[in-house]
Every structure is written in structure tokens, then in C-alpha cells.
């Protein structure tokens, strides 16, 4: 019995001796991990910010450049975690990665459509089509761009949907944020409304708005833009900083609308005729 104690004494002692230092080396490296990489996302982070200034970059792009950059550095830290992981075990690393080479070679013929992905990501990237808080229209999306990504971009909808589209189906973008845009107003009025009476409402409504900085061109009364079956369109257009272009149209139509009341000129709506009324 005494020499069973002793064996089972020297079993454990054995497994402690060489399973704490393992647990040890796991534990640091998890400490390690948990550290660092906060520390080198907020560096990342810093160095950008730091670099858009020096370089001038708008706010999207920068946006852009760290988000990007913070995903790469984290799926190679964690690689870089499984490397280090399978060192303190001593398993060999060449055989795994000569084995993850061919078993994603294999994936590869049936994963096409992640490739496009990563292929048109890197392009739209390269060639600045999107940037983070850019309005958008592209692949039946519409909505500001959240995150620009290698596989997926983030476009959320003005209905609060957030849509992660594959980059491959982002055809024919349409972005909205660049440059100045237009703010455009058509407004109709009655057949017996004099035209030339109207316009110059609109063109005193108009020179009211042309001291308003949110335009930088006009807006001005442009005249007759079509003729419809009950009604004459007018129409008004300015240039307006990016993003302010619907606010703008929204107050136009309001002032329009209070000046033409004031002016006696009638915008035309649907009438219902009672016709069991008339006969009566």
C-alpha cells in the first residue's frame, strides 16, 4: 500500500510538473493577447487619424482606411494567437499549413464567389467608389455606407435597415457625396394662373434663398418645365452643399407654397363632383 501511495504520489507530482508550466504559458499568452491587441488597434487608429490630417484626407476616407486596417490587424493577431497556441503544445506548424493550403486550394474552386468578393472589395477600395458616410445607390441599395470591407460593405437604409451586401453584387455605384448637389423644385399651377405672374413669385421666393449658405448657386427660377393635363409645372433649381440638398427642397416648397397663398396664384388638386347632387 505504501509503495501505491508513492507511485500515485509520484504520477501526480509528475503531471503537475509538466501541465502547470503549459497552463502558465496559456494563461499569458490569453493576458498577452487581451492586451495587446486594444492596445494596437487604438495605435492604428491614432496613426490614421494622424495621417488623414497630414495628408488632408476627408473624414469618409479616413473612417474607411481604419476600420479596414483594424480588421486586418485582428485576423492576424488571431492567427497569429493559434500559431503561438500550437507552439506551446509542440505541434508542428509546416504540416498544418502545408495541409490548410491544399484543403483551401480545394474550397477555392467552390468558393468563386468569395474571391469576387475580395477582388471587387480591393477595387472599390483602390479606386475610392465608396467611403464611410457616403450616400449610395448601388446593387438595389440605397442608404449611407457604414463599413468598407474586403468581403462585405455595410449600407445602412434610410428606414434604419442595415444591409451587409457582398461586394460582387455593388454594380454601377452611384455616390451621392461627392461634390455639390442639386436641390430641385417643380410646383404647378391652374390653366387661368397668369405664368409670367408666378415666376416672378418664384423668382422673389428664390432671391430670399440665395442668402441662405447652404446654397452655393442660386436657386433660380428656370420658367415652364411641361405642360400637364390640369395644371402649368414650374420649376426651381440651386446647388447645394452635399446632404442639405432635401432640407432644402423641403423649405422651398414650404415658402412656395405660403407665397403663391399670398399672391392669389392656385396650385391644382383633384376635385370630386357630385353628381347626384347636381341632378337634385
Request: with cysteine.
Amino acid at each position: 500500500m505504501d509503495i501505491f501511495k508513492e507511485g500515485l504520489n509520484f504520477d501526480i507530482g509528475g503531471i503537475l510538473s509538466i501541465a502547470l508550466p503549459v497552463v502558465l504559458k496559456i494563461l499569458l499568452l490569453i493576458i498577452a493577447f487581451i492586451v495587446f491587441v486594444p492596445i494596437g488597434k487604438k495605435v492604428i487608429e491614432k496613426t490614421i487619424q494622424k495621417a488623414g490630417k497630414s495628408e488632408k484626407l476627408s473624414p469618409g476616407r479616413v473612417k474607411t482606411l481604419e476600420k479596414l486596417l483594424v480588421n486586418v490587424f485582428s485576423y492576424v493577431m488571431i492567427f497569429v494567437f493559434f500559431v503561438m497556441l500550437f507552439a506551446i503544445f509542440a505541434i508542428p506548424i509546416a504540416p498544418l499549413l502545408a495541409g490548410a493550403g491544399i484543403v483551401g486550394l480545394a474550397i477555392g474552386f467552390g468558393a468563386q464567389g468569395l474571391v469576387s468578393d475580395v477582388v471587387t472589395g480591393f477595387f472599390i477600395l483602390l479606386e475610392r467608389q465608396m467611403e464611410i458616410d457616403d450616400y449610395v445607390t448601388s446593387g438595389g441599395y440605397d442608404g449611407i455606407v457604414e463599413e468598407v470591407g474586403f468581403r462585405t460593405t455595410k449600407i445602412r437604409s434610410f428606414d434604419g435597415t442595415l444591409n451587409f451586401v457582398p461586394n460582387r453584387l455593388l454594380e454601377g455605384v452611384a455616390n451621392h457625396s461627392r461634390g455639390n448637389m442639386r436641390a430641385l423644385v417643380d410646383i404647378g399651377i391652374s390653366y387661368e394662373d397668369n405664368i409670367d405672374e408666378a415666376i416672378a413669385v418664384l423668382e422673389r421666393v428664390c432671391a430670399e434663398f440665395q442668402e441662405d449658405e447652404r446654397f452655393k448657386d442660386g436657386p433660380n427660377a428656370l420658367g415652364v418645365q411641361g405642360i400637364g393635363a390640369s395644371d402649368i409645372v414650374l420649376r426651381v433649381v440651386g446647388q447645394t452643399e452635399n446632404g442639405l440638398q432635401f432640407a432644402c427642397e423641403r423649405d422651398m416648397r414650404k415658402r412656395i407654397k405660403l407665397a403663391f397663398d399670398e399672391a392669389g396664384v392656385d396650385i391644382p388638386y383633384p376635385h370630386q363632383v357630385n353628381v347626384e347632387k347636381m341632378t337634385k
